[in-house]
């Protein structure tokens, strides 16, 4: 454990991996059409903050000394079932064929950027994987920048403004199909299926947010269903890819079962955690700070956490949650009960609580400062201010 007053940092921990992460994703994205290829590239240009690979190597390297799965663990019956730990799977590095003659791959091939020495504890699938993530997310983004109609992401321009809807919808796709192919290659079907799931989750997760029945009445009145809707709809769009990626990452070390579900819980309580202090930010940053423009959610007819905690003791929001605060001044009307109420507090205690979940989800895992690091995305995350 590090002592108190040394402040870890979980990017210097990983950064070695990290440093290739982008130059690894700009790679997987070349398309042979130029301008495909720099719409699919835009979002890899700006500093993104790189939280869900960041995550996935920091767990690979936590579980890396935990216990490894025996074959008695694994799904199919072994009659020579004895407990020893399988080896590393073997992950393929061809490049992508459609690259080739397309787009020249110049300087140090991919191949080499995996050579880089590390300290043998994170597997060249978990870096894949960790990229993996990124394209998963940053499509996610080209779409959701689309359907929210926004101008800036990241202080810049979004991809939707510069190169229009219909480049950014195809942009994100393609960053879809190029996610898959890496994905595959890992040849791993349960590592597979989890991260094809996320897919499905995070359409799901929109199109709870897109057409909430929760609220489908003109004036809707408070109750414990909002809140349960929300926070599946939290987990679906928010907490879902970074779960499932962190159970991922744990899959391709071949972990022991109680590990790969502890690397889920810190993922899911983290994820969740995130995605409320990022709608308390809505409601608390300027625009400015937050690269974005901010209270953008009332501004989309959106009702998240703060507002659903102040609507239990203010029920006139009711009427302006009915009619999505469309009617000019809603969205003011809205904003200053809600501030005029403890719902950003009440938001701020319960992702509290799910950071602290998160961090005693991983309470048995070797220490080392990988998990410091994990343990350190907690307090940071309650911290941050973009
Ligand atoms: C950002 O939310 C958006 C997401 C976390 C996911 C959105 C999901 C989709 C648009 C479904 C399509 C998914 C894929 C994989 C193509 P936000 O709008 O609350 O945050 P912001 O302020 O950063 O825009
Ligand atoms: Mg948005
Ligand atoms: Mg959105």
Redesign the pocket.
Known sequence: KAPANITIDPLRIVAKELKFLNKNIRQLLGSGHPILDTVAKYYTQSEGKHVRPLLVLLMSRAIAAAPKRTRRDTLIPDSRAIDTPMSPPKVLYDANPDQAGHTPITGPSYETDYSFPNDGSILPSQRRLAEITEL?HT???L???V??H?TLRRSEPSANILFGNKMAVLA?DFL?GRASVALARLRDPEVTELLATV?AN??E??FMQLKNTALDEKEPRWSEENVSYYLQKTYL??ASLISKSCRAAALLAHSAPEVVDAAYAYGRNLGLAFQLVDDMLDYTISGSELG?PAG?DLELGLATAPLLFAWKERPELGRLVGRKFIEPGDVDEARSIVLQTDGLEQTRALAQEYADKAVSAISSFPPGEAKDGLEEMCIKLMKRRR
């Open positions: 998963i499509a996610s983004l779409h959701d920048d359907i929210d926004s994100g879809l897919i995070l359409i997760g929109e769009k928010s974005k953008a």
